[in-house]
């Protein structure tokens, strides 16, 4: 059942559940962190629509940097920005910044520990249409290797406006990374919400067997899945990992030795992703079947969001499929 | 007050003591670069004992003026000016590359008091010095921002993208320098991948361009004045030097771009420097 401390959307299950893009979370956040603090700057290579930035550049237009496709410059402009006072936020899709410009922000922005914020928007395939040039796959993975970096992955619009927030109070570089799709509002502004720390979104009322371990949109897939096997008689605990690095050990140690057994969803390749992140921890203190879902190590391609995600095998199916792969492991 | 003369007799000494500090700081580290450390030891004296407005006692004084090192593989010349303008201890120099060092390789900013920014990989230091510039601009605060670009560096793209942004922005309060020495690591610019015409690329881009002697102090100082009665737009100053300057077997030699001098070398470097080439007699010999 619904972990009633992590205060979700009460309409969580009903089909008429508030859908919104994670980014539209990116424009109201920045907008609030920007009206508390005026150090605040918002850049963005001419995708400031998509991104959301456009809200924050209608409410403070002197302090929105329009770049132009630019995103090399981007980063090390941030950088110059974040060591003279300014909090400054580069934005784009996920696949340029921080793909193309993966080396200025190592060297400029996380080497010189500089206080400047990634926001990397259209992430994971349920970008659809746009097909695998534009779907980050590979950000989490970019992001988390490199020391100095935060990586925060929200799982709805409302945890997004947060973790926006947050990051502009955190001195030095985070990465936010954000999606194109709507995607249902799940938690609700009471629902918990502190960097670096997990929260158990769902456990089962009889015994829990598998962990759940999600972060991102694709969570509520998992929360789907909980509740279908709770009716099969399996139980399980759902965790929002919203924070990929710094992660929260113990709570991941915690919920493998209550369940013996994990599984990690999230919208990215299983190589170097979250999940990844969850094995190096458990390797070293609690080792335990795993099981990841996520991308295998291919390219998406175009076509509908869901559909995408059923393709590729990160739909609740596919999940539920991976927790009963993984109880004949244990 | 000190007179003309005396300031200049002062710079040109101070130059030439820069470059033998490089010699023996690249012959104890035993890797880095040689060539163009010694080549802007001029730009390098100008900037850290005449033009930056700076304190060396506070390095973190907010109405500093910013000096970045874009090029950062040039960084034993700038560590050379640093401990000569009074940042840290002159010892301190010796440990160049070494572990534990303060002087890293590359320049970076956490590690050493007096560094504005993390650089290296080329190209990145502009932008970041452009960032500064725009912060300044913001907060509507009085000081400058100094770089220090190479001409190898103008293969990457982001060089231009960083001057296409500084150009629109109009950033007077940006003055930047090109070494124009003509070498990068595979041999000479013009070779590898012509940059020419260089001058007329920065006026496109919307800079107000200079051209100076690179190893004539005083050209380089009037240039930067001028820059400062810009107002309408960046500046670039291309600095023309000679890579490996007061080194008679370096001078205009690409292979000594990132190697150091062996033990011998370095004896006859130094010789080199203190005869002005042999032009005068050493006290030492």
């Given at each position: 059942?619904?972990?009633e401390n992590?205060?979700?959307?009460?309409?969580?299950?009903?089909?008429?559940?508030?859908?919104?893009?994670?980014?539209?979370?990116?424009?109201?956040g920045?907008?609030?962190a920007?009206?508390?603090?005026?150090?605040?700057?918002?850049?963005?290579?001419?995708?400031?629509?998509?991104?959301?930035?456009?809200?924050?550049?209608?409410?403070?237009?002197?302090?929105?940097i329009?770049?132009?496709?630019?995103?090399?410059?981007m980063?090390?402009?941030?950088?110059?920005?974040?060591?003279?006072?300014k909090i400054?936020?580069?934005?784009?899709?996920?696949?340029?910044?921080?793909g193309?410009?993966?080396?200025?922000?190592?060297?400029?922005?996380a080497?010189?520990n500089?206080?400047?914020?990634?926001?990397?928007?259209?992430?994971?395939?349920?970008?659809g249409?746009?097909?695998?040039?534009?779907q980050?796959?590979?950000?989490?993975?970019t992001?988390?290797?490199?020391?100095?970096m935060?990586?925060?992955?929200?799982?709805?619009?409302?945890?997004?406006?947060?973790?926006?927030?947050?990051?502009?109070?955190?001195?030095?570089?985070?990465?936010?990374?954000?999606?194109?799709?709507?995607?249902?509002?799940?938690?609700?502004?009471?629902?918990?919400?502190?960097?670096?720390?997990?929260?158990?979104?769902?456990?089962?009322?009889?015994?829990?067997?598998?962990?759940?371990?999600?972060?991102?949109?694709?969570?509520?897939n998992?929360?789907?899945?909980?509740r279908?096997?709770?009716?099969?008689?399996?139980?399980?605990?759902?965790?929002?990992n919203?924070?990929?690095?710094?992660?929260?050990?113990?709570?991941?140690?915690?919920?493998?030795?209550?369940?013996?057994a994990?599984?990690?969803?999230?919208?990215?390749?299983?190589?170097?992703g979250m999940?990844?992140?969850?094995?190096?921890?458990?390797?070293?203190h609690?080792?335990?079947?795993?099981?990841?879902?996520g991308?295998?190590?291919?390219?998406?391609?175009?076509?509908?969001p869901n559909a995408?995600?059923e393709?590729?095998?990160?739909?609740?199916?596919?999940?539920?499929?991976?927790?009963?792969?993984?109880?004949?492991?244990? | 007050?000190e007179?003309?003369?005396?300031?200049?007799?002062?710079l040109?000494?101070?130059?030439?003591?820069l470059?033998?500090?490089?010699?023996?700081?690249?012959?104890?580290?035993?890797s880095?670069?040689?060539?163009?450390?010694?080549?802007?030891?001029?730009?390098?004296t100008?900037?850290?004992?005449?033009i930056l407005?700076?304190n060396?006692?506070?390095?973190?004084?907010?109405?500093?003026?910013?000096?970045?090192?874009?090029?950062?593989?040039?960084c034993?010349?700038?560590?050379?000016?640093?401990a000569?303008?009074g940042?840290?201890?002159?010892?301190?120099?010796?440990?160049l590359?070494?572990?534990?060092?303060?002087?890293?390789?590359?320049?970076?900013?956490?590690?050493?008091?007096g560094?504005?920014?993390?650089?290296?990989p080329?190209?990145?230091?502009?932008?970041?010095?452009?960032?500064?510039?725009f912060?300044?601009?913001?907060?509507?605060?009085?000081?400058?921002?100094?770089?220090?670009?190479?001409?190898g560096?103008?293969?990457?793209?982001?060089?231009?993208?960083?001057a296409?942004?500084?150009?629109?922005?109009?950033?007077?309060n940006?003055?930047?320098?090109?070494?124009?020495n003509?070498i990068?690591?595979?041999?000479?610019?013009?070779?590898?991948?012509?940059?020419e015409?260089?001058?007329?690329?920065y006026?496109?881009?919307?800079?107000h361009?200079?051209e100076?002697?690179?190893?004539?102090?005083?050209e380089?100082?009037d240039?930067?004045?001028?820059?400062?009665?810009?107002?309408e737009?960046?500046t670039?100053i291309?600095?023309?030097?000679?890579?490996g300057?007061g080194?008679?077997?370096?001078?205009?030699?690409?292979?000594?771009?990132?190697?150091?001098?062996?033990?011998?070398?370095?004896?006859?470097?130094?010789?080199?420097?203190?005869?002005?080439?042999?032009?005068?007699?050493?006290?030492h010999?």
């Open positions: 059942m619904l972990n992590a205060k979700l959307n009460p309409k969580i299950f009903s089909a008429d559940i508030e859908q919104l893009p994670t980014r539209d979370g990116y424009g109201n920045l907008v609030i920007g009206s508390e603090n005026p150090d605040i700057v918002v850049l963005c290579a001419d995708l400031s629509e998509s991104t959301r930035s456009e809200w924050f550049a209608k409410k403070f237009p002197e302090r929105f329009e770049m132009g496709v630019a995103e090399q410059n980063a090390a402009i941030a950088a110059g920005l974040g060591v003279s006072g400054p936020f580069i934005s784009s899709y996920a696949v340029f910044s921080p193309r410009n993966w080396e200025q922000i190592r060297t400029t922005i080497y010189n500089s206080n400047a914020k990634i926001a990397g928007a259209h992430a994971g395939i349920s970008v249409p746009d097909g695998a040039t534009h980050a796959v590979e950000d989490i993975a992001m988390r290797v490199i020391a100095n935060r990586v925060f992955v929200p799982c709805d619009a409302i945890e997004a406006k947060k973790a926006t927030i947050a990051a502009a109070k955190i001195m030095g570089p985070v990465y936010l990374r954000f999606a194109r799709e709507k995607t249902p509002v799940f938690t609700s502004e009471e629902t918990p919400y502190i960097p670096g720390k997990a929260e158990i979104f769902w456990q089962s009322k009889k015994k829990p067997e598998v962990a759940i371990i999600g972060c991102g949109p694709i969570l509520y998992a929360l789907l899945a909980a279908d096997l709770e009716k099969e008689k399996i139980g399980t605990i759902v965790v929002n919203h924070t990929v690095k710094p992660m929260d050990e113990k709570k991941i140690v915690e919920v493998a030795k209550k369940c013996g994990v599984v990690t969803v999230e919208e990215h390749q299983v190589i170097g999940g990844s992140a969850v094995a190096e921890i458990l390797a070293r609690y080792p335990a079947p795993m099981e990841f879902v991308m295998n190590d291919v390219f998406g391609e175009s076509g509908p995408l995600l393709k590729y095998g990160m739909g609740a199916k596919d999940i539920k499929e991976a927790i009963k792969r993984v109880l004949k492991r244990k | 007050m007179t003309y003369d005396k300031k200049m007799k002062f040109e000494e101070m130059a030439n003591l470059r033998k500090e490089v010699v023996k700081m690249l012959v104890e580290a035993g880095g670069h040689s060539a163009a450390p010694l080549g802007t030891a001029d730009i390098f100008a900037l850290y004992f005449h407005n700076h060396p006692k506070k390095p973190d004084w907010p109405d500093r003026d910013r000096f970045v090192l874009s090029c950062g593989h040039y034993p010349i700038q560590y050379a000016a640093m000569h303008a940042y840290f201890p002159l010892e301190e120099l010796g440990t590359r070494k572990l534990n060092s303060r002087l890293q390789g590359h320049p970076h900013r956490t590690t050493l008091p560094l504005e920014v993390t650089s290296g080329l190209g990145d230091g502009l932008p970041q010095a452009i960032g500064m510039a912060a300044a601009r913001m907060d509507k605060k009085k000081h400058r921002v100094y770089c220090l670009t190479s001409d560096e103008h293969d990457t793209g982001v060089i231009w993208e960083a296409m942004f500084a150009g629109k922005h109009k950033l007077n940006l003055t930047a320098i090109l070494d124009r003509n990068q690591i595979d041999g000479y610019t013009e070779d590898v991948m012509p940059l015409p260089i001058k007329d690329k006026e496109a881009f919307n800079w361009v200079i100076v002697n690179g190893h004539n102090i005083e380089i100082i240039a930067v004045n001028e820059a400062k009665a810009i107002y737009k960046p670039m291309i600095a023309y030097t000679i890579p300057k080194v008679s077997f370096m001078e205009r030699d690409y292979s000594w771009h990132g190697k150091p001098p062996t033990k011998e070398e370095g004896k006859k470097a130094l010789h080199d420097l203190r005869t002005l080439g042999g032009k005068i007699k050493s006290e010999e």
